[in-house]
């Protein structure tokens, strides 16, 4: 399989503090210009997303393919998964602002699957995920929460 | 003080044939997004992937590193217009990143720039969360007037 490319497009104006930047989907053209800015990075995102918001997406995506992926081997391919991520950035002594934590809340809905299967599955495709290699790569901690949905 | 933002992802079906939606975040800047096997693998046809996704992440979190960094210099910038590329290798993971800035920023030389935005890449949290990328490629340059 060739390699895949994906390109995003970003401008930032003025200083860090009372500066703004707009995030462009450069690629699929899926977003336009979403602004940002320092203040509702850190503090409440008053409708303005962040680059940690955009890792909880990509992690989000890319473990739910990860998981559909594995069951669809495993021969139960998924019915329906819900996937919530949540990044969490902090300001670690000595090091500055680190990402620090990711964790995954995994309900799925499988027809066939018992709990264990799942589990099976979950470990894979956490192993097989490339955003969750490397974020593992980096020392991020990572939890999942599974749950199967009857 | 710790910060943080979130995302649900649905899935429905199998990885080739189903289907995938990034439902919402917390901020509510964007969503539905739409994502798919296919539109990841091979031409988008308008659906973002976790690889733009972390292009995307990146060229944010990098601009903001450098602008910090350039204010701290006494230089702070007019505008950065930053764009990153992610390759994705499927059965191998994420290959490579490649960073491109172009900065006007009153007052520095090119190699005060590059040597601001080299810092900015090494830096920033994104790009800490990221060191298990093999290849990470910078190219800094100032705007010609």
């Known amino acids: 399989m060739p390699r895949i490319v994906r390109d995003a497009d970003v401008v930032w ?40 918001e955009l890792l909880a997406a990509a992690h989000g995506g890319c473990f739910t393919m990860s998981l559909a ?47 264990q299967a799942l589990a099976k599955a979950v470990d894979a495709a956490h192993a097989g995920c490339s955003f969750s290699s490397l974020l593992r790569a980096a020392g991020v901690g990572i939890d999942i929460e599974t749950t199967l949905d009857g | 003080m710790a910060t943080d933002r979130n995302a649900k992802v649905t899935w429905t079906g199998s990885l080739m044939e189903g289907s995938g939606r990034i439902e919402g975040v917390t901020s509510g800047a964007f969503g539905p997004l739409d994502v798919t096997w296919a539109s990841r693998a091979e031409a988008p046809d308008g659906r973002t992937s976790p690889e733009e996704l972390i292009a995307a992440a990146w060229a944010s979190c990098v ?26 290798q ?15 920023v009153p007052g520095i030389d090119h190699d005060g720039f590059v040597a601001q935005a080299e810092g900015a890449k090494q830096n920033c949290p994104v790009s800490k969360a990221m060191t298990g990328v093999p290849e990470v490629t910078l190219a800094a340059t100032l705007a010609t007037a």
């Open chain 1, 69 to 115: 992926g594995e069951l669809t081997a495993a021969g139960t391919p998924p019915g329906r998964l819900d996937v919530h991520c949540r990044i969490t950035m902090d300001e670690v002594e000595g090091k500055g602002h680190l990402i620090v934590h990711s964790a995954l809340d995994v309900r799925a809905r499988v027809d066939g699957l018992d709990a």
């Open chain 2, 90 to 104: 499927p059965g191998e993971g994420i290959l490579k990143a490649a960073i491109e800035i172009v900065g006007t």
């Open chain 2, 63 to 88: 601009s903001m590193a450098l602008s910090h960094a350039l204010a701290g210099a006494g230089t702070p910038p007019e505008r950065l217009e930053t764009s990153v590329t992610v390759t994705f």
């Open chain 1, 13 to 52: 104006e003025g200083n860090l503090a009372r500066g703004a930047g707009a995030i462009t989907a450069a690629s699929s053209g899926a977003f336009e210009a979403l602004p940002y800015s320092l203040p509702t990075r850190i503090a409440a995102p008053e409708g303005k997303t962040s680059p940690e």
